[in-house]
């Protein structure tokens, strides 16, 4: 039983590891400009836009100046780092996943498995069925190992006649 | 006017105290002469408030600028239209705007019931009037939209040009009608904890009021998206602003409320757990507020120099200490003795469900407050923007709309592993195909691959389970398909209202993702008759247009859209200067179809020069959300229409009610 609940444990977490990878690639292979102005947002008050995306004449000399940032020959990081140093952490569009912000990063995440794997101790103390018995696959091709119980199968029958919602 | 308009929000003051003391007195000693009276001192503030918005509304149609509220956002050149709706386009307007909806809702609840919770309604009516109440004093002594100024100046200042569109006209009423009507199942919530009548009668009484207040908070939301979309300029429908966020919360945990209130219907399971969601809803329409108004966390949206933040930050702790209070007092009495017969079953997969949805709710809500605490934490302050919100609310997505595909497929009380297999043979090969066929296609991103797919499988569940079911009736009634499916439908609204509103959802879905994932952007300098290319369209730079009246300086650029050889249309866009704002306006125009928008920016034009800058987008399946939000909407009335079997619940639980505390 223990060893299960671990695998499911273990299912999830690789789950929810590789998803944030999955949408980490959300935003794409930026090169370049957009690799910059994607993770800085612009103060001009229009909205929460990055610099990618705001259109005011700001967002405009921004983009300008980390062209000419990075046809000097500085990297992405540099330049990012440059703007950080000057203008402070808040002109980054994101905080960055080091330090305390990390929790701010993993939270989310640390709450909903928290929250999966005390509904899962519920849901089996709630379930008269336990969970390692519960016939949730087949062997392909097969059929129910034991023969449905009667009184279920009535019960599913009611339930497809008139179902409640 | 002014003062007659001040002296009503005093005496709304005073039949509000009166309707919460003469309420909760009642409740306390059953009398029925005080029960009586607080909901006719209800039902006088709802009077009252109309008069009071009665008198603003003159006041704006009759250009009185010697009201402080009118001077500044009327002005004589607005139309009609926006100096009605100009009532609500500032802090204390829309403040008694919120008020006077709290207060047709409750006399509406009081008319309601009449005959019915005659135990419940005396809270019910307490509840209401407390929360009133706080808006009244707020309206009194913080924010009059009648104070007038020492002099009259010769005209006002207007509207933001950018609110004067009939989007926003209606933008921030269909919010606060769905910001206050989660005030109505919450107060029966509390009634029923008050009372002790804790059985399923406060949630079948309230059922269409939540799903009304979810409703019209989604169309809120998909008002602002679409109007930040065709206005704003950016290209994009959501910026996750802090009041975008706190306008979703609420609408992620009353999502949540809608699925486990069935749990608790079918299973008297979930009793604590569903108060929990409703004080929850309530507490963050009241925080969505306190964003807005308090200035704590800047926004582009926010009320600026409202200066109620701090009252509304102890509203919203009376309301949490209040709510958890009675919670934790009734909690022997909302321990449910039922138990699930399978973990297998649909009730496990609605409260995972469940999770998803708050724990999507914790995450925004986190985002919002994050820089708040950072500063407090670490005394710097940091920004939590888009890639944030896309990085953490995009895998648990994910993970609820597999469940949303998973639920329906799943049985109540316990799924057999054949029924289950036989259920998902046929949308999960849908959905592989579908995977297949993107692959083949050149889809290559893991991403949306992944999303597509999950769309294709919820999308098949859900015509299975049309099919299904219309089928199954087909042969127990032997009536012709389409006659089966009609009244299918109609026999069960609320289910298939619900798979209706998941179709939309799904619709939603994919205009995200295809408009996140794929869209694409070029941004060009061009001189009359010159081209660029977006996507599979070429866009010619023809002509520019420029006009000046008493309120703006318009410049207009004529673009023509071609693809190939072929003349799609004409598209306009432009930049406007609103000389009474000093403020520039970009103006987008779009080309739009089912497949993808043609949205096209006018950046920079150099007089001297000649050389115009654009900014063309090539928005994929954008047109989906908007088509998305008007399915919800079908769905929603399709669950929401008055339903006999429902009506027989709902009596059948007064009953047992009765007989349980008799």
């Not at chain 2, 002014?2 to 009398?31: D, H, K, M, N, Y």
């Not at chain 2, 100046?153 to 950018?162: A, F, I, S, V, Y």
């Not at chain 2, 507490?283 to 949206?301: K, P, Y």
């Not at chain 2, 061009?526 to 247009?545: N, P, Q, W």
Request: with cysteine; proline share 5%; glycine share 8%.
């Amino acid at each position: 039983m223990l060893s299960r609940c671990r695998r499911a444990t273990l299912a999830m977490v690789l789950g929810m590891t590789l998803v944030p990878g999955v949408a980490g690639a959300a935003t794409g292979p930026a090169s370049g400009l957009d690799s910059v102005t994607e993770k800085i947002i612009c103060e001009c008050g229009c909205s929460n836009l990055t610099i990618k995306n705001c259109t005011c004449g700001k967002a405009d000399r921004v983009r300008a100046d980390v062209a000419v940032r990075l046809s000097r020959g500085q990297t992405p990081d540099q330049v990012l780092k440059a703007y950080v140093d000057e203008y402070g952490e808040q002109i980054l569009a994101a905080p960055t996943a080091k330090g305390f912000n990390l929790v701010g990063w993993v939270l989310p995440f640390a709450a909903v498995l928290a929250g999966a794997g005390l509904l899962i101790v519920v849901l089996r103390r709630w379930s008269r069925v336990p969970f390692s018995d519960a016939p949730l696959l087949l062997p392909l091709g097969g059929q129910p190992s034991t023969p449905p119980d009667p009184a279920f199968l009535q019960r599913v029958r009611e339930e497809m006649e008139n179902p409640e919602v | 006017m002014a003062q007659f308009g001040s002296f009503s929000l005093i005496v709304a003051l005073a039949a509000g105290a009166w309707a919460l003391v003469a309420s909760a007195l009642g409740a306390l000693t059953r009398s029925r002469s005080l029960i009586e009276s607080g909901e006719r001192s209800s039902l006088a503030v709802t009077s009252i408030l109309a008069i009071a918005s009665c008198c603003l509304s003159y006041l704006f149609l009759h250009d009185r600028f010697d009201v402080e509220y009118v001077a500044s956002y009327s002005s004589r050149a607005m139309p009609t239209l926006y100096k009605i709706t100009a009532f609500w386009g500032g802090h204390a307007g829309s403040l008694l705007l919120w008020v006077l909806v709290l207060s047709a809702f409750s006399a509406l609840v009081i008319l309601q019931n009449r005959h019915h919770n005659r135990t419940l309604m005396p809270f019910v009516v307490a509840t209401l009037s407390g929360i009133t109440l706080f808006f009244l004093v707020l309206l009194n002594y913080t924010s009059n939209p009648f104070a007038q100024l020492a002099f009259a100046p010769p005209d006002g200042k207007g509207l933001n040009p950018q609110l004067q569109t009939p989007l926003m006209a209606i933008h921030p009423p269909c919010l606060y009608l769905g910001y206050v009507g989660v005030s109505v199942p919450y107060a029966f919530g509390m009634a029923a904890l008050l009372s002790g009548r804790v059985g399923d009668v406060w949630i079948r009484t309230t059922r269409r009021w939540t799903l009304f207040a979810w409703l019209f908070l989604g169309i809120g939301l998909l008002l602002g998206g679409y109007w930040a979309y065709i206005e704003l300029g950016w290209g994009g429908y959501w910026a996750w602003d802090p009041v975008e966020n706190a306008a979703l919360m609420p609408w992620l945990t009353a999502t949540a409320f809608l699925h486990s209130v069935m749990i608790q219907e079918k299973k008297r399971m979930l009793k604590i757990w569903n108060m929990v969601l409703i004080i929850l809803t309530f507490c963050l329409s009241i925080f969505g507020t306190f964003v807005t108004r308090s200035g704590v966390i800047s926004s582009v949206h926010a009320f600026a120099k409202s200066g109620v933040g701090p009252v509304l930050a102890v509203f919203l702790g009376s309301v949490i200490a209040f709510s958890v209070t009675i919670l934790t007092w009734r909690l022997p009495m909302l321990r449910s003795d039922g138990r699930l017969d399978s973990f297998v079953s649909r009730e496990s997969s609605f409260l995972f469900n469940n999770l998803l949805l708050v724990g999507i709710c914790f995450a925004v809500f986190w985002g919002t407050i994050f820089p708040v605490v950072s500063e407090a934490i670490r005394n710097v302050k940091i920004t939590v923007g888009p890639p944030f919100f896309n990085a953490v609310n995009f895998p648990l997505s994910l993970a609820l709309l597999a469940l949303t595909g998973i639920c329906p497929l799943i049985a109540w009380r316990r799924a057999s592993a054949h029924r289950l297999m036989r259920a998902f043979l046929y949308p999960a090969s849908g959905a592989m195909a579908m995977f297949l066929l993107l692959l083949v296609f050149g889809m290559r991103d893991l991403s949306p691959l992944i999303a597509f797919t999950l769309c294709a499988f919820v999308f098949g569940t859900l015509v299975y389970e049309f099919y299904r079911g219309s089928r199954a009736r087909q042969r127990s009634t032997g009536e012709p398909f389409a006659s089966a499916f009609v009244n299918l439908v109609n026999k069960n609204r609320r289910r298939y209202g619900g798979y209706t509103v998941h179709l939309g959802v799904i619709l939603i879905f994919t205009g995200i993702v295809g408009s996140s994932f794929f869209r694409q952007e070029v941004t060009a300098s061009l001189r009359r008759g010159e081209s660029m290319i977006a996507g599979r369209y070429t866009v010619r730079f023809d002509d520019t247009h420029s006009a000046s009246n008493a309120h703006a300086d318009e410049f207009t650029t004529v673009m023509t859209v071609l693809q190939g050889d072929r003349r799609l249309g004409t598209l306009r866009p432009g930049r406007n200067f609103y000389k009474a704002f000093n403020q520039p306006s970009t103006e987008v125009d779009i080309y739009s179809t089912l497949r993808e928008d043609l949205y096209l920016i006018l950046i920079d034009f150099d007089p001297q020069t000649g050389l115009a800058t654009f900014k063309a987008y090539v928005n994929p399946l954008v047109n989906w959300i908007w088509i998305g939000w008007v399915v919800i909407f079908i769905g929603t009335h399709i669950a929401v229409f008055p339903d006999r079997r429902e009506r027989a619940l709902l009596a059948r639980a007064r009953l047992v009610e009765e007989r349980g505390v008799a």
